[in-house]
């Protein structure tokens, strides 16, 4: 199984950009799929994007075209572009990780996840 470790994060106001970065550890992180979740205070965690073993990718349609997620496979890295960040946008955020065929690898599927980072804060400001 792998382990996560995230970076990235902080405040920024609106309009602005951040970058989130998970780390993965272990062998298996190329077969993994890997998604991002965020839970704002009060709310039940929401998926926000997954990427497959292949680089396919989805997205909530609240991040659609705001939000860019890759991974490099020889780096164990995901990353997290978000642009455009809006104040509904804060919350934490965790990166995830779960073994699954690319079928199940949906960004609404990213909060049942096996594994997790640590989490980091993203505040947005208007």
């Known amino acids: 199984q792998v382990q996560l470790m995230q970076s990235g994060g902080g405040s920024v106001q609106v309009g602005g950009s951040l970058r989130l970065t998970c780390v993965a550890s272990?062998?298996?992180?190329?077969?993994?799929?890997m998604g991002w979740l965020r839970q704002a205070p009060g709310k039940k965690p929401e998926g926000v994007a997954s990427?497959?073993?292949?680089?396919?990718?989805t997205f909530a349609d609240s991040v659609q075209g705001r939000f860019l997620i890759s991974r490099v496979n020889d780096e164990n890295t995901l990353t997290l572009e978000m642009n455009d960040l809006k104040p509904e946008d804060t919350a934490m955020y965790y990166c995830?990780?779960?073994?699954?065929?690319?079928?199940?690898?949906?960004?609404?599927?990213?909060?049942?996840?096996?594994?997790r980072g640590q989490g980091t804060q993203v505040t947005v400001s208007s």
């Open positions: 995830a990780a779960e073994l699954s065929r690319s079928s199940f690898c949906r960004w609404y599927l990213v909060p049942d996840f096996g594994r």
């Open positions: 272990g062998n298996t992180y190329r077969r993994n799929c």
């Open positions: 990427i497959d073993s292949d680089g396919a990718s």
